[in-house]
């Protein structure tokens, strides 16, 4: 079957820096990606890692690590907008498992 | 206007009734997707297709239905409604190939009482 695991909460200050991790046991991997979903609203695309590496766009970077069936997103110069809850989901055979989310509380 | 449009945004029905939700879209893209979300859970996909003509289960699928009337048009039936399918529901696209980015429409909230 599929499982993905990440923290249930997080909590930053403006400003800082906050990694968001994610591990996954899955069959027929083709990618992970990132989601991001404000409270009352639809989920919103940040990033698709297929390969191992970095990828960066703006504030926010996404790494994958194939080999350790692991991910993370970051993000930096932390916003009060950012206050919201992340999902890293898994692309498998066509079908996406999403994990069951991070809510990261952004404080002044 | 919204690439992605659900109707209705808000529903309230009684255990056994049938019912349709409808997703819009006017991104062009091939591939639709339905999915729940259960509070203090991630998404879980229900159905999705490829085209008109494929459709197939996802995680998830028992006791739901869908039709695919035209590439822009995505339905979920839920044939006798159970208090336990009471959620959120999300219709999302994306292009066909691996690039994965998916457009998620503002939910459906459903509540079977």
């Known amino acids: 079957g599929q499982s993905l695991e990440q923290p249930s909460e997080v909590t930053a200050v403006e400003g800082a820096i906050v990694q968001i991790n994610c591990t996954y046991q899955t069959s027929g991997f083709y990618g992970l990606s990132w989601y991001q979903q404000h409270d009352g609203g639809a989920p919103t695309f940040l990033s698709y890692n297929a390969l191992d590496g970095l990828e960066e766009t703006g504030r926010f970077s996404s790494f994958l690590s194939r080999s350790d069936s692991y991910g993370y997103l970051l993000l930096q110069e932390l916003q009060m907008k950012d206050s919201a809850s992340y999902f890293c989901?898994?692309?498998?055979?066509?079908?996406?498992?999403f994990g069951s989310g991070t809510k990261l509380n952004v404080k002044p | 206007d919204a690439d992605v449009t659900q109707t209705p945004r808000n529903r309230i029905t009684k255990t056994g009734k049938r019912i349709m939700l409808e997703c819009s879209q006017t991104k062009g893209h091939d591939r639709m997707y339905w999915y729940r979300q259960d509070p203090g859970l991630g998404l879980r996909l229900i159905y999705y297709s490829f085209d008109v003509k494929d459709i197939n289960k996802g995680e998830i699928s028992d006791g739901y239905s869908v039709s695919r009337q035209a590439q822009a048009k995505f339905s979920l039936s839920l044939e006798s409604a159970i208090p336990n399918q009471t959620a959120l529901y999300f219709c999302?696209?994306?292009?066909?190939?691996?690039?994965?980015?998916?457009?998620f429409g503002p939910g459906t909230r459903l509540t079977v009482t």
């Open positions: 989901a898994v692309e498998s055979f066509n079908k996406f498992y």
């Open positions: 999302a696209t994306s292009k066909t190939g691996l690039s994965s980015e998916q457009y």
